[in-house]
C-alpha cells in the first residue's frame, strides 16, 4: 500500500510538474526542460525505490507534509507557490520569448550540481531515518552528528538549496534566478525556526550546535 501510494503521487506530481514547465513554454522542443525533467525525477524515482526497501518508515514519515508551527505553513505555502510560479512557468516563458541566451556549458554544469544536490539528499536520508518533510520531533528521535551531519547542521537543506539555485540555469533562464533566491531566503527563515524547536524539544541539540557551528556551508555560515 505504501508502495503504490508514494509512486502515485510521484506521478501525479510529474503531470503537473511537466504541465508547468512545457504549457507555458508553448513547445516541447524545450530541450533544457527535457534534460532537467529527466534527472529530477529520475533522482526522485531513485531514492523513493532505494528506502522502500530500505527504510520504508523514513517514507512513510515523509509523506506527511502538514506542517504544525503556524511559521513554517507559512514558509511552505509561499515558497511552494514560488516554485512552480517561479522556477518552472517563468523559466517556460523565458523559453518561448527567448528573455535570456544562457550557454549550453552552463546549462550542463548547472545539471550536475542539481545532480549533486540530489546526492546530498539521498546521503541525508542514509544518515538520518527521521528525516521529515515537515518540522517535527519524533519520538526516540536522536540527534545525528555523523555522515553529512558531522559538517553542517542542516545538510538536507544545503542539497535542495544547490537544487533550487541551479534550476534556473539548468532551464537555461537568468530571470528564473529571482524567484530561486527568494526561495532560499525562505528556506533560511524556515531553518532558524526550526533551530528554536529542535533546541527546545530534541536532547543534546544544544551540544551539537555548539560542535557543528555551520548552518548550511562549512565555513562559512
Not at 525562505?186 to 536532547?203: A, C, D, G, P
Amino acid at each position: 500500500m505504501l508502495k503504490q501510494n508514494v509512486y502515485f503521487r510521484t506521478i501525479l506530481f510529474s503531470i503537473v510538474f511537466f504541465t508547468f514547465l512545457f504549457l507555458p513554454a508553448g513547445s516541447f522542443n524545450f530541450c533544457e526542460a527535457w534534460i532537467y525533467f529527466a534527472i529530477f525525477f529520475g533522482s526522485t524515482f531513485f531514492i523513493n525505490g532505494y528506502f522502500l526497501k530500505r527504510d520504508p518508515e523514513l517514507i512513510e514519515r515523509r509523506l506527511n507534509t502538514k506542517e504544525k508551527e503556524k511559521e513554517q505553513k507559512i514558509f511552505q505555502t509561499i515558497s511552494g507557490g514560488t516554485f512552480f510560479v517561479g522556477l518552472l512557468v517563468l523559466p517556460g516563458l523565458d523559453y518561448r520569448f527567448s528573455w535570456s541566451d544562457v550557454p549550453l556549458y552552463i546549462v550542463l554544469v548547472a545539471d550536475i550540481i542539481i545532480l549533486i544536490g540530489f546526492f546530498i539528499v539521498f546521503l541525508v536520508f542514509k544518515e538520518n531515518s527521521f528525516t521529515s518533510a515537515i518540522i517535527e520531533v519524533s519520538e526516540n528521535q536522536n540527534v545525528i552528528s555523523t555522515g553529512p551531519y558531522a559538517l553542517v547542521r542542516h545538510p538536507m537543506y544545503t542539497g535542495a538549496i544547490f537544487i533550487i539555485l541551479f534550476t534556473p540555469l539548468a532551464l537555461g533562464s537568468i530571470w528564473a534566478l529571482i524567484p530561486s533566491i527568494s526561495i532560499i531566503i525562505f528556506i533560511v527563515l524556515r531553518l532558524l525556526n526550526e533551530e528554536k524547536i529542535l533546541l527546545k524539544e530534541l536532547n543534546g541539540y544544544d551540544k551539537y550546535c555548539k560542535k557543528i557551528r555551520y548552518h548550511l556551508i562549512p565555513h562559512i555560515w
